[in-house]
């Protein structure tokens, strides 16, 4: 894996996302979206797992908090949907604490409750795991 491997990715996820809101356009559930990406990322070829649960180590136990990320691509991206007004610290906080417990080093936001996607519905974040990989 490689830097440059995952802004490929990147650029896919963000393009399929892209896909299914010009088709979509906003105001709908997110759970809408979801089904909708998980299709476009069939038709694409993009290998995902969807509501992965995520576990939580604690006192070398594993707690199963129920904790569900919306989307990992290809074992190395954490994806949260969103369909809200405004993304806000604790949705980023939550894709991080996401990022740290798989062990991915990129995690994307999109909201799609926005007019233009790719100006303002999308974020993306890395880690320290991220600046360890080659390019």
């Given at each position: 894996?490689?830097?440059?491997?995952?802004?490929?990715?990147?650029?896919?996820?963000?393009?399929?996302?892209?896909?299914?809101?010009?088709?979509?356009?906003?105001?709908?559930?997110?759970?809408?979206?979801?089904?909708?990406?998980?299709?476009?990322?069939?038709?694409?070829?993009?290998?995902?797992?969807?509501?992965?649960?995520?576990?939580?180590?604690?006192?070398?136990?594993?707690?199963?908090?129920?904790?569900?990320?919306?989307?990992?691509?290809?074992?190395?991206?954490?994806?949260?949907?969103?369909?809200?007004?405004?993304?806000?610290p604790l949705h980023e906080a939550q894709l991080f604490t996401y990022m740290r417990l798989l062990n991915v080093p990129k995690g994307i936001i999109i909201n799609f409750n926005c007019v233009n996607l790719f100006k303002n519905?999308?974020?993306?974040?890395?880690?320290?795991?991220?600046?360890?990989?080659?390019?």
């Open positions: 894996m490689t830097k440059q491997y995952i802004n490929d990715l990147t650029y896919k996820i963000i393009g399929a996302s892209i896909e299914v809101h010009k088709a979509l356009g906003a105001g709908l559930l997110e759970s809408v979206y979801h089904k909708c990406l998980k299709q476009e990322f069939i038709k694409q070829e993009i290998s995902f797992q969807s509501e992965l649960n995520v576990p939580i180590h604690y006192n070398d136990v594993i707690i199963d908090a129920d904790l569900r990320c919306d989307f990992l691509v290809e074992n190395c991206i954490v994806l949260e949907l969103k369909a809200i007004e405004h993304v806000i519905g999308q974020k993306t974040f890395v880690n320290d795991l991220f600046s360890k990989l080659p390019e």
